[in-house]
């Protein structure tokens, strides 16, 4: 099989191409607020990780949701150590293209950030978005604290109902810990606000996500 060509099924570990110890430069600041894209982060914050097809379209979403004080697009869900673009849209490091979520709880809960998630794809689609196929534009959420798992399930669980009911599929998105994030490359950071015309392949269902019943 080449190397680059791309695939639909996830790679093994022992698969999945060899990537590097260098990480990815990362921009100082956010593009459109200004703070930082990694941590340390202040004390008050959470942090969520979402894929939910192409990562361009899918920062803007969270970027814009109040209660979020930055983002930063990247890969997780894979093997291959710091991959780059190419080698992730291959399909041979595992990864998904992932939005990391750093939010404060007190202004915008877990909750609320699945809801916005949800809303803005189509979590029956399996290893595409649209027009955009491949395992790296696979649905899921990538957790970063255990309480955030059961969290997860019961939402897509009521979703699927509202989804079934709806004429849908089931629900494809995984629910897995988020055991590493790694930065994309700077000229993907908060991208369609550098170019506002740029391209963005999400599509929600039109489908409404019930209000989830916020854990204490």
Known sequence: MAPFRKQVIMPTAEQALP???????????????????????????????????CFWGAERCFWQTPGV???AVGYAGGFTPNPTYEEVCSGHTGHAEVVLVVFRPAEVSFEALLKVFLEAHDPTQGMRQGNDIGSQYRSCILTTAPEQDAVARAALARYGRELAAAGHGAVTTEVAPCDAFYYAEPFHQ?????VPNGYCGLGGTGVACPELAVSS
Do not use: I
């Not at 921009?27 to 979402?50: I, N, S, W």
């Not at 908060?190 to 550098?194: M, S, V």
């Open 19 to 53: 990537g590097r110890s260098d990480s990815m430069p990362v921009p100082d600041q956010h593009f459109v607020h200004g703070r930082p894209l990694q941590p340390p982060f202040p004390e008050d914050m959470a942090t969520a990780v979402f894929g939910l097809g």
């Open 69 to 71: 004080w930055t983002t």
């Open 190 to 194: 908060q991208y369609l606000a550098k």
